[in-house]
Nanobody, 124 residues
Framework: QVQVVESGGGLVQAGGSLRLSCTAS????????MGWFRQTPGKEREGVSC????????YYRDSVKGRFTVSRDNAKNTLYLQMNSLKPEDTAMYYC?????????????????WGQGTQVTVSS
């Protein structure tokens, strides 16, 4: 069974930093892309960033470019999202997802396996 687990969320003041981690198990042999998403009550889930299997290709939504950095450590089966210069509008439940394919997308429908989410709250 594939399992995706996020961690690292918390409360931080505006301008601060936070690093999210995600471990994915059950995908030993297949190459896959992974992504970070976020969702607030009453709004649809939106893609934040994604990364291909090798880590060579990445995408970011415009609002986080220059502030967030996605990376992965395949030896540890771990995905990271380094978030700097956090803003109150970054407040959301953040989800990690894995796709059983090599192509990249920031669309939630592209992904097959999802974590339970970790809450990020940025205060003013």
């Amino acid at each position: 069974q594939v399992q995706v687990v996020e961690s690292g969320g918390g409360l931080v003041q505006a301008g601060g930093s936070l690093r999210l981690s995600c471990t994915a198990s059950g995908l030993t042999r297949n190459k896959y892309s992974m992504g970070w998403f976020r969702q607030t009550p009453g709004k649809e889930r939106e893609g934040v960033s994604c990364i291909n299997y090798s880590g060579v290709s990445t995408y970011y939504r415009d609002s986080v470019k220059g502030r967030f950095t996605v990376s992965r450590d395949n030896a540890k089966n771990t995905l990271y999202l380094q978030m700097n210069s956090l803003k109150p509008e970054d407040t959301a439940m953040y989800y990690c997802a894995a796709a059983g394919r090599v192509s990249l997308s920031l669309l939630p429908s592209h992904y097959d396996y999802w974590g339970q989410g970790t809450q990020v709250t940025v205060s003013s």
